[in-house]
């Protein structure tokens, strides 16, 4: 079964590799030495994302940022704010992102990752400040598609429906991917929008057994839980889905297992760790 996260850090990957291409090329040559530093680091951070190695892309990126990460470019901020969202250190994305400044040329695509996360966080009248504050310095059609599609979420989530439907009805039928972002769930449609978007598939699972550390109801507190325990289990996810009644729920889940038996063995280890009653299940 593909997760949610692994949908999401999908399709952020895939287009965030291909906008930064064009930002790599933007940085400046002058510097010597130091600017093809932080060109070999961005594209490290890169490759380590393309593979869901949060930790990696981060690890790539620690002397871009060490002592002096106000004088980094934005795209540096905007590249570690986006891994650590991947490993669901929301605070840490959120400070990465806020300190990239209105004059960097990506400061559109961080005030859309700050107000998708705002979203995430249950915050709507956060998350349509942040999309509004964007608005003001977004260029061409793309982006301010991509935004208002972003605002039109944050409408509906503050039960101002009929909003948020008259502005979705004002725009094309499909965006550009101008933000480096996501694109909405219900449609592959290219446009930003993590909270509600996610991106392109991460490899899945080759065992059929996973370990289950929690289920819950609310999406907001199986978020909570995977970054409470993401250390002991850095390969955890959050897998949609129902119930027998039909019911939504939230199947907090690590690990995966061709033999039950060292499924079961891993569970008794981090269930005496952890003091959590992990159970096995066969991957859906």
Do not use: C
């Amino acid at each position: 079964m593909v997760t949610l996260l692994q949908i999401r850090a999908g399709r952020e990957r895939r287009s965030a590799l291909a906008h930064n291409a064009a930002r790599l090329a933007s940085l400046p040559e002058s510097d010597g030495d130091g600017a093809w530093k932080l060109r070999a680091a961005l594209e490290r951070a890169d490759l380590a994302y393309a593979r869901t190695d949060f930790s990696g892309a981060l690890e790539a990126l620690d002397n871009a940022l060490a002592g002096h990460d106000q004088e980094a470019p934005g795209i540096v901020h905007l590249r570690a704010g986006l891994a650590w969202r991947g490993l669901g250190r929301l605070q840490k994305a959120r400070e990465m992102l806020a300190t990239v400044r209105p004059e960097d040329p990506v400061f559109v695509e961080a005030r859309y990752f700050l107000g998708d996360i705002a979203l995430e966080q249950g915050d709507p009248e956060l998350g349509l400040h942040y999309f509004d504050g964007a608005l003001e310095s977004a260029a061409g059609t793309g982006q301010r598609t991509a935004l208002q599609r972003a605002r039109a979420r944050a409408l509906s989530l503050l039960g101002r429906d009929a909003e948020a439907k008259d502005l979705l009805d004002g725009l094309p039928a499909a965006g550009l991917s101008a933000l480096g972002a996501p694109t909405a769930r219900p449609t592959p449609a290219p446009v930003p929008a993590p909270a509600d978007t996610l991106p392109a598939a991460a490899p899945a699972h080759t065992g059929r057994f996973r370990l289950q550390w929690a289920a819950f109801r609310d999406r907001s507190l199986a978020l909570a839980f995977q970054r409470d325990h993401q250390e002991q289990a850095p390969d955890m996810t959050i897998e949609p889905g129902v119930d027998s009644r039909g019911q939504p729920v939230y199947r907090v889940r690590s690990g995966s297992f061709a033999d039950p038996q060292a499924a079961r063995r891993k569970a008794a280890e981090l269930s005496a760790s952890s003091g959590i009653d992990i159970i096995v299940v066969k991957d859906e």
